[in-house]
């Protein structure tokens, strides 16, 4: 068959096949953003695990200028006898 001709069995599929993977990509996506969900909370309650760990709880979001971080750092470790 010529390009840009269909056998009318084709053109009768094609609207199915679109649908079949638009719905498919609808699920991959759904499952990547539960997957992503679940990541995440993983990740907070490690980082919580760890702040606690070091005797604090830092405040996310929140920005500290480096000079601070630094002494901070060091009286925490010096607390913690490292």
Do not use: C, W
């Amino acid at each position: 068959m010529p390009f840009g001709r269909k056998s009318p069995l084709e053109a009768l599929a094609l609207p199915g096949v679109m649908l079949a993977y638009k719905y498919s990509q609808f699920r991959q996506r759904r499952r990547e953003a539960a997957s992503r969900r679940v990541t995440e909370r993983e990740l907070s309650a490690l980082h919580h695990k760890i702040a606690n760990a070091k005797g604090h709880v830092p405040v996310l979001g929140q920005q500290m200028d480096a000079q601070i971080y630094a002494q901070r750092l060091k009286v925490y470790t010096i607390e913690a006898g490292y």
